[in-house]
């Protein structure tokens, strides 16, 4: 399940920002008396009572034709459209506003769980202030004080309330789940269609056209899936361009709903720095990962082109070593049918178990081959594993000392379990323990 995501909304300088960092424990948000110093959405972690979300700052939303505002109002609309709990704040000094009402009557619209925090009640005489905004009709108003941090625990109860009444879909664990990312035009979309054999997806030339992550359910030979397409996520210094870093988020909350993430490359325009770094968010995820090489019909090549790209991505993404590539085009549905059986693949390995004697004895006959280095004047001792998790495959190492447990033995010992049972297409986690004496 992805993490929940809380927008905080209102008119400007009601102490949005000033809350906002509170959450999440850093002055990211400018805070200032200006109004509108928050022109776009900031995005950050926070964490109440074990339950972690990620939190939007908003530009304060005001009554207006002029540009300015209207990009404030738009951001603070997207955020809404995001959020699955939206903060609407109040100042409590000011008392209730026109622009207030103008608010809610947008919260509204969006039908959205919405948690009314009244700020600026630095003192419990101030109280009486919070009976007029139980007119806007959004519930019990919550008396807060960002600045102060008094009253924000009551909020956050609400607001962590509103997360189990489902957040996400749940599907059946015989569901195979997949996504695909990528920078924007790299063909997410045309490759979505294509394997679903029709036009479920809106497809553009223009870059960037993909805002939501979509869910579509289809079954092949008799086996469930859900695919689901993300917007192009583009490099950090053009991320605030409009809905970019939406969108961003968006692919992100994707990727944790996945079981494996089929991450797109642009054939014809090859690998950039930013593929890389996409990439990137399904490994650390832990994700069953596929590198999909889209646009083949488009590139010019000869009997050895497929394979020096092929050896170009093993250069390029040596932490994706273990990823299956896969060269199509969803234009013309060249090589599409190998899509589905390599996920398949891919989503067996990526929660397969394996014997602990079976792992045992890989391990012994690993160290005999190659007896773990001194370290410190001591040799490690590996007396035994054991696998303790899957998606992804996770083991656990017992020795005499974790420290002396080097990251290019500990690569060795992974490259023995891949060689012995595959593990195509996921990542490993190895974890080392100290033995007890006991």
Do not use: C
């Not at 919260?107 to 905004?133: A, C, M, W």
């Not at 178990?353 to 001591?378: C, E, F, H, Y």
């Not at 495959?393 to 990251?407: L, Q, T, Y």
């Not at 690569?411 to 974890?431: D, Q, S």
Request: hydrophobic share 35%.
């Amino acid at each position: 399940m992805s993490k929940p995501v809380v927008a905080v909304v209102g008119r400007p300088n009601v102490g949005k920002s000033t809350i906002f960092n509170r959450v999440i424990g850093e002055r990211i948000a400018i805070v200032e008396d200006t109004p509108g110093v928050t022109r776009d959405r900031i995005y950050g972690t926070g964490e109440w009572l074990n339950h972690t979300f990620n939190i939007i700052d908003t530009g304060g939303i005001e009554v207006g034709n002029e540009p300015l505002l209207e990009q404030m109002r738009a951001q603070a609309n997207l955020a809404i459209d995001e959020a699955d709990v939206i903060v609407f704040v109040v100042d409590g000094m000011d008392g209730l506003t026109s622009a207030d009402e103008e608010v809610a009557q947008m919260l509204y619209r969006s039908d959205k769980p919405v948690v009314l925090g009244v700020n600026k009640i630095d003192h419990p005489s101030r109280t009486v202030q919070l009976y007029e905004f139980y007119s806007l009709g959004l519930g019990e108003p919550h008396p807060m004080s960002g600045e102060h941090g008094t009253g924000l625990g009551d909020l956050l109860d609400e607001v962590i309330h509103h997360f189990d009444e489902g957040l996400g879909a749940d599907y059946d664990e015989t569901v195979k789940k997949f996504s695909l990312i990528g920078r924007p035009n790299v063909g997410k979309s045309s490759l979505v269609n294509a394997i679903l054999g029709e036009d479920r997806v809106i497809v553009s030339d223009i870059p960037g056209t993909t805002r939501d992550a979509i869910d579509t359910s289809f079954t092949n030979h008799g086996q469930d899936y859900v695919i689901i397409d993300t917007a192009g996520m583009r490099k950090r210094g053009k991320v605030y361009e409009k809905t970019e870093k939406y969108s961003v988020l968006r692919a992100q909350r994707a990727i944790e709903n996945s079981d494996v993430v089929l991450t797109l490359i642009d054939g014809e325009e090859g690998i950039i720095e930013q593929d890389k770094k996409i990439a990137g968010y399904a490994h650390q995820a832990g994700r069953g990962v596929i590198i999909v090489v889209n646009k083949w019909d488009a590139v010019k090549k000869n009997d050895k082109t497929m394979d020096e790209f092929r050896q170009k991505i093993r250069d390029e993404f040596q932490f994706l070593s273990y990823a299956p590539i896969v060269f199509v085009s969803a234009k013309t549905k060249s090589k599409l049918h190998q899509l589905i059986p390599v996920i398949n693949t891919v989503d067996e390995n990526h929660s397969m178990r394996v014997q602990t004697s079976v792992l045992n004895d890989i391990v012994m006959d690993a160290v005999a081959m190659s007896p773990p280095p001194t370290s410190k004047g001591r040799r490690l001792k590996i007396y035994y594993a054991t696998q303790v998790g899957v998606k992804p495959p996770s083991f656990v190492f017992f020795v005499n000392d974790p420290e002396i447990m080097h990251f290019s033995y500990e690569r060795y010992l992974e490259n023995k379990i891949r060689e012995t049972f595959g593990f195509a297409g996921t990542p490993i986690k190895i974890f080392t323990r100290k033995r007890s004496d006991d």
